[in-house]
Nanobody, 117 residues
Framework: VQLQASGGGLVQAGGSLRLTCAAP???????????MGWYRQAPGKQRELVAV???????NYADSVKGRFTITRNNSRKTVSPQMNSLKSDDTAVYYC?????????WGQGTQVTVSS
């Protein structure tokens, strides 16, 4: 699965951004079987989970983003998007899309999110 991430940028604290991860070269029936997630890595820190939406539609969020971020997927469009609201400076990081199925893990290129205070 090849993943393309987009939607990052510069936003003021309290603002919103919506990231999108697309898998244009994957047929939708294959895409729908993957658990899709977003991770982030801030300078000097390890990559951490932000949000995951399973093939079943179940979601899981990092405690730090609960109530602020909402992850959705559109299997027919082969996309997964976190809507990020009430952004904080601590949300500044490079965000990575991930597709996982069994032992297979695929990463997209990162997209920078910068939140100015």
């Amino acid at each position: 699965v090849q993943l393309q991430a987009s939607g990052g940028g510069l936003v003021q604290a309290g603002g919103s951004l919506r990231l999108t991860c697309a898998a244009p070269r994957t047929i939708f029936s294959v895409f729908s079987a993957y658990d899709m997630g977003w991770y982030r890595q801030a300078p000097g820190k390890q990559r951490e989970l932000v949000a995951v939406i399973a093939s079943s539609g179940n979601t899981n969020y990092a405690d730090s983003v609960k109530g602020r971020f909402t992850i959705t997927r559109n299997n027919s469009r082969k996309t997964v998007s976190p809507q990020m609201n009430s952004l904080k400076s601590d949300d500044t990081a490079v965000y990575y899309c991930n597709a996982k199925q069994g032992l297979e893990t695929n990463w997209g290129q990162g997209t920078q999110v910068t939140v100015s205070s």
